[in-house]
């Protein structure tokens, strides 16, 4: 009986490979805007607490 050799196909086809592509970048998207949102509120908490007459706990600061 002669050897034969499977190749393993490690990449997905099809409707699958397309869902899978965007996963990434929208994942990556989503978790920079979540960074730039916590920073942006962290520079701007004193000057939103004095804006709005407001306390810490309103603008989110704990």
Avoid: E
Avoid at 6 to 31: D, E, F, K
Avoid at 33 to 56: E, M, N
């Amino acid at each position: 009986m002669p050897h034969t050799r499977h190749r393993l196909n490690l990449r997905p086809s099809g409707r699958r490979a397309r869902q899978n592509r965007w996963l990434i970048p929208s994942a990556a998207l989503a978790v920079h805007l979540r960074i730039g949102q916590a920073y942006a509120t962290s520079v701007c908490k004193t000057a939103l607490v004095a804006h709005f007459d407001a306390g810490l706990t309103a603008v989110g600061g704990g």
